[in-house]
């Protein structure tokens, strides 16, 4: 899907401010430890990395706009991408996989048409499978959505709160914090 | 619930001992006083059940309540299964632990303290030795019963974003003890003695690698904690570090004295975000105090501690990405030599534990390395942290020595299997190794006893499956996440386990082909042999463990196409056969 990302000048001067703040390295090696860290806080402040942000990021810790890509492409947690109205985070664990996750992943696919790290093309949702684990294994399977965990899912009650989330429309700050 | 005693730094050991000495008496207090002691277990795993509005519920109704009680926070005590959990003790009535007490069940514990009672219906038991009524000890209960509490004996007990909390319980007393009594050489004695194998999933002995780094010669050097942990299945370093940050920060700085180190590192997966928090929150506020910084208690020692946030990349977790992921860059292995201990962050010395292991410090240093040596076995000394998964009934982190058996801690700690399931194996190792059947379940938890049966302790993540899980569509899973997050940088890992995941996936399908098995072994082979780092050279572990463990199920999908379970999309050939009663 494409779609013209767009960055307000008020969440850059929040992303200046961070840096101004909170990080200020004393050498070059100290400056390096921090930019996933520096990254990760511009994500939780507007919810993706958009290009304007890396380049300020770079410029503040004194590393090329390359150096800040390759980052955010290695690194499953960044969105270079703006996510939708409601983020989703569909854990698919060992734990979460004995309890029935990959049907909650085809069941996404099929019902909402996305897959992995994709939006829903009315822009209402963003899905993130994780690959890893959100450490509540005793609510297998799991979603956490827009803040919230939802455990012991099948098709049919993931869809519920899917639906219920979409009709109570936007949180503020749905994607922060993961 | 924040008691803020504005800290002063602490300039010598007698300013110290007064500080533990006064929060002791003030922990004390809470279990001896008249008031009423409320405490919520608050940690990512209770806030996903609803700890925070459990808390909130209980605030109200304490305020109207007319009673004198204190309200605090404490950690995760590794009962996932009782959460939201709520510990109350009160004039004349001992610490009890209530389970499940969500919003709505909240008042019924408020309204049993007004009555000078327990919520009978909410016990899980007592925390001390001692029944109340018809309320019986925790540590009778099978969860409880064959568990050793070393490193978790404090969380859920202590509110971990209290410094003075874990003073209280004798901590950082191993680091003055450390500074004023210890050289650097005891301090890794110790450790030796106790013979802690790193509980990252290779065992190596971790007396021996501090001292290994004590002799690397060049400056500066320093100490890398890996509490990365991106597996699958695994999230006792999260709830550790989310109950009890401090610990964690003490053995740090316990390694940087030993190996002579003025910096240390705790590098946490980016998406753990309390832990994160909590223990930043832990190294500003052992700073305030004068713990960590320069001339640490006056004695001239300095330590800088570094948190830095990982970004969600498995391959973090392997010692040389990791060290890459903390100076900027991509997480992507070298290959060794040179070791870490020999140029590691900065191509400087650099000694990496895992969190767990570095957590092991503390009480080493306190109770002396026999006393950590006499628990566990001969080989695997001391306690493990476990986390079981899967159709159980007491799902939760658990500590027991090393040496219970796999078959005790799945039927009897963690209840066995929930009602309508029948067990049919436990993937170990997380995404390394391979299953065990239940015929081979006495086997003992440790380092050594697994890795005959081609199983494996790893982290201690073990996940239980029942009849429904079929074997190749597990072994799918556990190459696809392999394959996932192979960082891609050598070529046998790169395309080795896309073309397994493609065999496998072709198993699936019902087109399978005579001779796959063989193919499948090959294949493995040369990743195994190949690849560059330590997680490629077991990414196929997982398959070729499920095809040894079932090779039935393997063969009916290749020659006859049937997927007992009915979860793989085999052809046509398998609606046929099951409909033939296959």
């Not at chain 1, 090329?64 to 390759?70: F, K, P, S, V």
């Not at chain 2, 292991?357 to 040596?373: K, L, Q």
């Not at chain 2, 027991?400 to 009602?419: A, H, K, N, P």
Request: charge should be negative.
């Amino acid at each position: 899907m494409l779609q013209e990302a767009r960055v307000s000048e008020s969440d850059l001067d929040r992303v200046r401010e961070l840096l101004r703040t909170r990080y200020h390295p004393r050498d070059h090696e100290e400056a390096q430890e921090l930019i996933l860290g520096a990254l990760q806080d511009v994500q939780q402040i507007i919810g993706w990395v958009p290009h304007e942000a890396a380049v300020i990021v770079g410029d503040h810790l004194g590393v090329t706009e390359n150096r800040i890509y390759g980052l955010l492409t290695f690194y499953a947690d960044f969105r270079i991408a703006p996510p939708g109205k409601h983020f989703m985070l569909l854990c698919h664990g060992s734990a979460c996989y004995v309890g029935g996750s990959q049907r909650l992943i085809d069941e996404m696919q099929q019902r909402y048409g996305v897959h992995g790290d994709e939006t829903t093309s009315d822009g209402e949702l963003t899905l993130q499978i994780v690959n890893g684990c959100l450490g509540v294994c005793d609510l297998a399977p799991v979603i956490h959505l827009d803040h919230i965990y939802y455990g012991h899912l099948t098709s049919d009650s993931m869809n519920e709160t899917i639906s219920e989330a979409i009709r109570r429309g936007p949180t503020p700050g749905a994607h922060e914090a993961h | 619930m924040d008691r803020h005693l504005a800290p002063t730094k602490l300039t010598d050991r007698a300013a110290f001992n007064v500080l533990a000495e006064e929060a002791a008496a003030r922990f004390g207090a809470m279990a001896t006083g008249s008031v009423w002691t409320v405490s919520v277990g608050i940690s990512e795993c209770s806030i996903s059940k609803g700890a925070l509005d459990t808390f909130e519920h209980l605030r109200m109704k304490l305020e109207d309540s007319g009673l004198r009680y204190q309200l605090r926070r404490v950690g995760c005590g590794g009962w996932c299964w009782a959460e939201p959990f709520v510990t109350v003790s009160g004039p004349g009535m001992p610490l009890i632990l209530y389970g499940n007490v969500d919003a709505e069940r909240a008042p019924d514990i408020v309204a049993a303290m007004q009555r000078g009672m327990p919520a009978f219906d909410l016990a899980v038991g007592t925390v001390g030795s001692e029944p109340y009524g018809d309320i019986r000890p925790t540590r009778e209960h099978p969860f409880f019963a064959r568990q050793r509490r070393v490193l978790f004996e404090d969380c859920g007990v202590i509110d971990p974003e209290s410094i003075e909390d874990y003073i209280a319980r004798g901590g950082y007393s191993s680091w003055a003890k450390a500074l004023f009594e210890m050289t650097p050489d005891a301090v890794i004695d110790e450790m030796k003695i106790a013979n802690v194998r790193g509980r990252g999933g290779a065992g190596f002995p971790a007396g021996i690698k501090w001292e290994s780094a004590r002799r690397a010669r060049a400056q500066p050097k320093y100490v890398a904690v890996n509490s990365h942990e991106g597996e699958p299945n695994v999230y006792k370093d999260r709830r550790l570090i989310e109950s009890n940050p401090h610990l964690v920060l003490e053995g740090t700085l316990l390694a940087c004295y030993g190996i002579g180190s003025e910096r240390g590192y705790n590098y946490i997966g980016g998406e753990h975000v309390l832990a994160l928090k909590r223990f930043r929150q832990a190294v500003n506020q052992a700073l305030e105090y004068g713990l960590i910084g320069d001339n640490i208690l006056g004695t001239g020692v300095n330590v800088e501690i570094r948190t830095r946030a990982g970004g969600g990349a498995y391959i973090c977790g392997e010692g040389s990405a990791l060290m890459y992921s903390v100076m900027g860059e991509r997480g992507q292995p070298r290959t060794k030599p040179p070791r870490s201990v020999e140029e590691g962050l900065w191509r400087r010395p650099t000694m990496l534990n895992n969190t767990e292991t570095i957590a092991t410090a503390p009480s080493i240093i306190r109770n002396g390395g026999e006393w950590y040596a006499s628990m566990g076995n001969e080989k695997s000394t001391g306690t493990k942290l476990v986390t079981f998964q899967g159709p159980l009934k007491w799902l939760g982190v658990i500590e027991v020595e090393m040496g219970v058996s796999l078959r005790d801690l799945i039927f009897e700690t963690s209840g066995g299997m929930q009602d309508g399931y029948s067990f049919k194996g436990v993937q170990t190792g997380g995404v390394s190794a391979g299953p065990l059947l239940e015929d081979q379940l006495d086997v003992p938890v440790d380092f050594d006893s697994l890795q005959p049966l081609d199983a494996m302790l790893g982290s201690g993540g073990f996940v239980v499956f029942d009849e429904s899980v079929c074997a190749v569509d597990f072994a799918r899973y556990l190459m696809a996440f392999n394959r996932y997050e192979s960082c891609s940088k050598c070529t046998p890992c790169r395309l080795g386990n896309p073309a397994l995941v493609e065999i496998v996936d072709r198993i699936r399908l019902g087109n399978g082909r005579p001779g796959d098995i063989e193919l499948i072994e090959r294949t493995s082979k040369h990743v195994i042999e190949l690849s560059l780092c330590g997680l490629g050279q077991v990414a196929p572990m997982p398959l070729l463990g499920m095809m040894k463990a079932y090779p039935a199920e393997f063969r009916a999908h290749i020659e006859d196409g049937i997927c007992a379970c009915g979860v793989c999309p085999t052809s046509r050939r398998v609606t046929t056969a099951i409909a033939a009663g296959g």
